[in-house]
């Protein structure tokens, strides 16, 4: 059941027209003098789960739910679009900071439990999650995409960033595709770790079951001159013990190829 049930509302545009089932407008107009911390909601949702330890099966409680909608027609020339949630942000202006959507999610802990979940089980060639940042030239020191971590010493078991694929995919794509096509003198991947006395490792890549693979695969093309296809670069006066480049193999290996061919 519903306490609030608002349905058969219908609207025949003309061109330019917006309608809005449910209009909510307010503002927050504090003027009280000193310093005054407030927050303000357009819409404030409370749940409250009180399920009993004798009830069986999973109780679902969705503090908002907007269900898959009815598409009956879009015909006569016409495209239609569906948004299930559009916020529009506003412009950047001096003494504002703006968030178009922002999930506080400080308290999850254990597995299982996600700031925010998407499922797009049956993608074949769209996109679960798109991000179109920058325009043509606007994005200079800002990202796309920020992940920050733990600023403390934690240990990071399964990586800040985690792709995984359990599937027996195939294809050239990859779980990481980056592209920059029309680039000429950008940097493709940059990865920095200048800490002093590091004894980590910079890059880790495992591939214990390659046979006629290749777990590293660099293909400059037909116009490379002055450059390199792969370049080492050091300074400093330490002593470098195992060589700058190593290359080790603890097996009773055979065959003509060698270790480096």
């Given at each position: 059941g519903g306490a609030y049930n608002i349905s058969g509302a219908s609207y025949n545009h003309a061109n330019g027209e917006t309608g809005n089932l449910m209009a909510i407008s307010f503002s927050d107009a504090t003027i009280t003098a000193g310093a005054v911390t407030s927050t303000t909601n357009g819409l404030n949702i409370a749940s409250t789960i009180a399920a009993t330890t004798s009830t069986s099966g999973v109780k679902t409680v969705n503090a908002i739910n907007i269900p898959s909608p009815t598409y009956s027609s879009c015909s006569g020339g016409a495209t239609c679009t569906w948004n299930g949630l559009q916020i529009t942000a506003p412009a950047t202006t001096a003494n504002f900071t703006t968030t178009g959507l922002k999930i506080v999610a400080d308290s999850l802990t254990t597995n299982?439990?996600?700031?925010?979940?998407?499922?797009?089980?049956?993608?074949?060639t769209g996109q679960?999650?798109?991000?179109?940042?920058?325009?043509?030239?606007?994005?200079?020191?800002?990202?796309?995409l920020l992940v920050t971590g733990p600023t403390g010493a934690a240990a990071i078991g399964s990586g800040l960033t985690q792709i995984t694929a359990t599937g027996p995919y195939t294809g050239t794509?990859?779980?990481?595709?980056?592209?920059?096509?029309?680039?000429t003198a950008g940097t493709l991947a940059n990865l920095t770790n200048n800490t002093a006395s590091f004894t980590g490792t910079g890059i880790n890549a495992s591939f214990t079951g390659t046979t006629t693979g290749d777990d590293l695969l660099i293909s400059p093309g037909a116009g490379v001159t002055s450059g390199s296809a792969i370049k080492v670069t050091a300074s400093g006066t330490s002593a470098i013990a195992n060589g700058l480049v190593q290359i080790t193999h603890s097996g009773n290996y055979t065959g003509t190829g060698g270790l480096l061919n």
């Open positions: 299982g439990d996600s700031a925010m979940s998407i499922s797009a089980a049956a993608l074949t679960a999650l798109k991000i179109t940042a920058g325009g043509s030239t606007a994005l200079t020191s800002g990202a796309g794509g990859g779980l990481l595709n980056v592209l920059a096509t029309t680039s």
